[in-house]
């Protein structure tokens, strides 16, 4: 391998699957080298990356004092989870700066993670474990102002709260893609990326049917879980009339413009996302979102390709 150019592997974990994605970063260029819907194991020298579940991943905010060095201020975010908890367990600590002086603060229990590394056969540490969620939103250009970002992804779906570049608020929605490509998939026998990648109109123009049929549903859920973060958000007291916008994301282009179509209470502040790299047929948003991440630790990612 050249001393100028390096491996991104990634692993998406979810629901007892493993897919595995390589890429070749150079000079701020990811490019894309393979895509395998199994396990393969990574070089020594490789920058390893996994996404991590919601539910062993705990966040809160605190007020911690100025370091220079991030791992000063990581001890420091440590010790005060300790003491606000009463956590005598080792931690996983992750610090990202938000508004106000404040930092938000991701932590979970070693014992989770080895245990969720466990169940899927992992036997090595990754370089880096990233959340669901915040992994697709590292591809989404970030908009002035106050923004709410849906999130739709196949398996795991959620609302973050932003200002800027600084996230307020963060929570799961009881829904996923994987549910809607269900019901697609049992009235036309095939997924629903299948059919949008097909280019064959009949088969669009029905999943579009089948879409539209539940799009309504879909807002209802959508829309009440989006009040509830904007109610919820401590850091800032919002409204709605407070948020600029609400930008959609979402791999699907039969669901986005099925919800960016129809009529709701938030359609007015309705938009879609707009992502700085392009999709790729094979893989979700949150497998770029992973690559980005890990073309990060290498230094700065300018476009992932393939």
């Known amino acids: 391998m050249s001393v100028f150019s390096y491996r991104v592997v990634t692993y998406s974990l979810n629901d007892g699957q493993i897919n595995t994605t390589i890429a070749k970063y150079r000079v701020g260029k990811l490019k894309i080298k393979n895509y395998y819907p199994q396990f393969v194991l ?5 920058i390893t990356v996994i996404n991590i579940p919601w539910d062993i991943v705990q ?24 003491r606000i908890y009463n956590l005598s367990e080792d931690l996983v600590v992750s610090c ?3 508004a106000f002086g404040k930092c938000l603060v991701f932590f979970l229990k070693k014992s989770d993670f ?10 090595f540490i990754p370089d880096v474990a990233y959340p669901n969620i915040l992994a697709e939103l590292l591809i989404v250009k970030k908009l002035p102002g106050r923004w709410v970002y849906i999130v739709l992804s196949e398996h795991t779906s959620g609302i973050v709260i932003m200002n800027g570049e ?32 097909s280019g064959n109109e009949e088969l669009i123009g029905q999943a579009k049917k089948i879409v539209d049929s539940i799009t309504y549903d879909i807002l209802g859920i959508v829309g009440r879980e989006v009040i509830i973060s904007i ?19 979402c791999r699907s282009s039969i669901i986005k413009e099925a919800i960016l179509s129809t009529e709701s209470d938030i359609k ?21 979102g992973l690559l980005y991440r890990g073309g990060l630790e290498l230094g700065k990612v300018k476009s992932i390709t393939w």
């Open 59 to 82: 966040m809160t905010f605190l007020e911690l004092p100025p370091t220079k060095k991030e791992r000063d201020r990581i001890r420091a975010a440590e010790l005060e989870i300790r």
């Open 231 to 249: 109610n919820t958000t401590e850091q800032e007291k919002l409204s709605i009339e407070m948020i600029d916008g609400i930008s959609l994301v």
């Open 42 to 46: 990574a070089d020594p020298e490789d």
């Open 96 to 98: 990202v700066p938000s």
């Open 268 to 288: 007015s502040k309705l938009s879609e996302a707009i992502l700085t790299v392009l999709p790729h047929p094979q893989l979700s948003l949150a497998d770029l």
């Open 114 to 123: 080895f245990r969720f590394l466990s169940s899927y056969n992992i036997d």
């Open 166 to 197: 600084n996230i307020l608020n963060v929570r799961m929605i009881d829904l996923s893609l994987n549910e809607i490509n269900h019901i697609v998939k049992e009235e036309t026998g095939f997924e629903i990326f299948e059919i949008e990648n």
